[in-house]
Nanobody, 122 residues
Framework: QVQLAESGGGLVQAGGSLRLACAAS????????MGWFRQAPGKEREFVAA????????YYLDSVEGRFTISRDNAKNTLYLQMNSLKPEDTADYYC???????????????WGRGTQVTVSS
């Protein structure tokens, strides 16, 4: 059974930092590109960042580039999202996702986690 379990969300003041983690089980982690998406209240889910199977390629949403860093530890089957200089507009539920093949900004991923909530206060 495939499971993607996000953790690390919470409440933080603007300008602060959080590090999200996504622990994967039930898959051969190195066979999957990974991504982070977010969904704010009343808005559609949007792409945040993606990373290739061995980390050599990363993609970012323009508004988070330079503030967020996606990474993975294949030995631990874990995906990370380091979020710095957080803004109130980053408030959302954050989801990790896995897909075979190359990373993509589209929502075309095979597996999804249940999400972790991030709230940034002004």
């Amino acid at each position: 059974q495939v499971q993607l379990a996000e953790s690390g969300g919470g409440l933080v003041q603007a300008g602060g930092s959080l590090r999200l983690a996504c622990a994967a089980s039930g898959i051969t982690f190195t066979n999957y590109a990974m991504g982070w998406f977010r969904q704010a209240p009343g808005k559609e889910r949007e792409f945040v960042a993606a990373i290739s199977r061995f980390g050599g390629t990363q993609y970012y949403l323009d508004s988070v580039e330079g503030r967020f860093t996606i990474s993975r530890d294949n030995a631990k089957n874990t995906l990370y999202l380091q979020m710095n200089s957080l803004k109130p507009e980053d408030t959302a539920d954050y989801y990790c996702a896995a897909r075979t093949g190359v990373p993509t900004r589209s929502a075309n991923y095979n597996y999804w986690g249940r999400g972790t909530q991030v709230t940034v206060s002004s």
